[in-house]
C-alpha cells in the first residue's frame, strides 16, 4: 500500500499573529493541509494517516465539516485519524457524534481500539486523547494478534507526561510501521519501524528547520519511507559575524542578501557574533525591517584594544578590573565575555561621570 504520515497540523493555531507579517499564519497553516490534500487527489494513496493534533484546540463544529468535506474529495484514500492532547476530546466536543464521511476512521475511544481495513488486508491500532495528560505508556504493551496481516499503530505521545514510549518495547510488539506525532521535530527510526512526521508547518519557533510529511510503501516484509517537505515557510537561525569595520548600512545590507539567498519567505531568528567597534551600535529594529524576522540576538563583543586601555587607567577600577583578567590569559569564552562586558559598563559608568 501507499500511504502517506502526517500529523500535528493544529489547524486553528495562530503563530506569529502578533507580527505584521504574521498575521495570516493562521490561514497558511490551513491552505498548507487543503494543498495536502489536493496532492492526494492528483497522486491517490491508499491511506492517509492522521497522528493527533489536527487541530490547535477543540475544533468547532464547521471546523469538522470543513476537514471532512476535505477528506470527501479523496474517497478512494482511507484517512485514519487520532485526537492528540491539544484536541483532546472533552465534555461537549464535538468529535463525539460527529459523523464523518465513508472514508473516514477515527479513533473514539481513549483505550485502544484495532480498526480492520480490508481493502487492505491491513489493522490498524490506537486511540484519542480524553484529557491533555497521559503519563501511562499506554502503546508500549500491546501485541498484534493477526501478525500475518499489515498492522500499524498510530499513536500519539513520547515524552513523559504525553504516553512515554520505550521503542524497544514497540518494536517487538510485531507492528509493521507505528506512525507517531507530538514531537515536531520529524524523525525516522527505519531499524525499529517507528516514524515521528514532525508538524506540516512549524507552529512556534522552536520548530527550527524544514517540516512536512511521511511518504511511504508498505508490505508485509517492505517498509520504505521518506520525509517530504510542504511547509510554506520554515523557522531558520541565520548567524552573521561581524567586524570592527562594519557600519550599519553594510550589516542590513549583507543580512538582507543572507536572506534572499536563504528563501525570502522563512521566519529567521538573527543572531549577531563576532567583533565590533567599542562605538559601533547594533539596532536591532532596523533589522527587523529585513523580512520575516522573529528575533535579533547580538552576541558581538567589542573590540578593545587591552593594552592600552590599561596603561591610560592603570591607576583606577578599570586597569585594576583587566588586569585581573589579562594576568589569568588564556580565557575561557565565559571569561572572555566578563571581560569585554566588563569593560563596556565601566567605560559607560566613568563617561557618565564626566
Known amino acids: ?74 474517497p478512494d484514500t482511507t484517512v485514519v485519524l487520532c485526537a492528540g492532547n491539544h484536541d483532546a476530546i472533552k465534555k461537549g466536543s464535538f468529535y463525539k457524534d460527529f459523523q464523518w464521511s465513508n472514508n473516514v476512521l477515527f479513533f473514539n475511544d481513549k483505550n485502544i481500539q484495532k480498526i480492520a481495513l480490508p481493502k487492505l488486508n491491513a489493522y490498524v491500532y490506537g486511540l484519542s486523547y480524553f484529557e491533555n495528560e497521559i503519563t501511562d505508556p499506554l502503546y508500549d504493551h500491546i501485541i498484534v494478534d493477526e501478525p500475518e496481516q499489515i498492522n500499524i499503530l498510530v499513536g500519539h505521545g513520547g515524552d513523559e507526561k504525553h504516553i512515554p514510549i520505550n521503542r524497544r518495547k514497540i518494536a517487538m510488539s510485531g507492528f509493521d510501521y507505528v506512525a507517531m506525532g507530538h514531537i515536531h521535530i520529524p524523525d ?32 508485509k516484509d517492505r517498509l520504505d519511507i521518506e520525509f517530504i517537505p510542504f511547509a510554506k515557510r520554515s523557522y531558520k537561525e541565520l548567524t552573521y559575524t561581524v567586524n570592527p569595520k562594519i557600519t550599519n548600512m553594510e550589516l542590513r545590507h549583507r543580512l538582507k542578501d543572507a536572506i534572499t539567498e536563504s528563501g525570502e519567505d522563512n521566519m529567521y531568528m538573527i543572531i549577531l557574533d563576532g567583533y565590533r567597534n567599542p562605538d559601533f551600535e547594533i539596532y536591532p529594529s532596523d533589522i527587523e525591517g529585513l523580512g520575516n524576522i522573529v528575533s535579533v540576538q547580538d552576541e558581538t563583543v567589542p573590540d578593545f584594544d587591552f593594552e592600552e586601555l590599561y596603561e591610560e587607567n592603570k591607576d583606577n577600577i578599570l586597569g585594576m578590573f583587566i588586569q585581573k583578567h589579562l594576568d589569568h590569559e588564556p580565557l575561557s569564552p565565559l571569561e572572555q565575555k566578563t571581560l569585554y562586558y566588563g569593560t563596556k559598563a565601566l567605560l559607560d559608568a566613568m563617561e557618565d561621570r564626566i
Not at 494543498?35 to 492522521?50: C, F, S
Not at 515521528?196 to 512536512?212: F, K, Q, T
Request: overall charge negative; charged content about 30%.
Open 1 to 74: 500500500m501507499r500511504f502517506i504520515h502526517t500529523g500535528d497540523i493544529h489547524l486553528g493555531a495562530n503563530p506569529e499573529s502578533k507580527r505584521e507579517w504574521g498575521q495570516k499564519r493562521g490561514d497558511e497553516i490551513w491552505n498548507t493541509f487543503e494543498r495536502l490534500i489536493k496532492e492526494i487527489k492528483i497522486n491517490p494513496v491508499d491511506l492517509l494517516i492522521i497522528s493527533g493534533d489536527l487541530f490547535h484546540r477543540q475544533p468547532l463544529l464547521r471546523e469538522l465539516k470543513e476537514v471532512d468535506y476535505l477528506f470527501s474529495t479523496i
Open 188 to 219: 525516522i527510526d527505519e531499524k525499529n519501524k517507528i516514524a515521528y512526521c514532525g508538524s506540516l508547518e512549524p507552529i512556534d519557533c522552536g520548530d527550527i528547520g524544514e517540516r512536512g510529511y511521511i511518504s511511504g510503501i508498505l508490505e
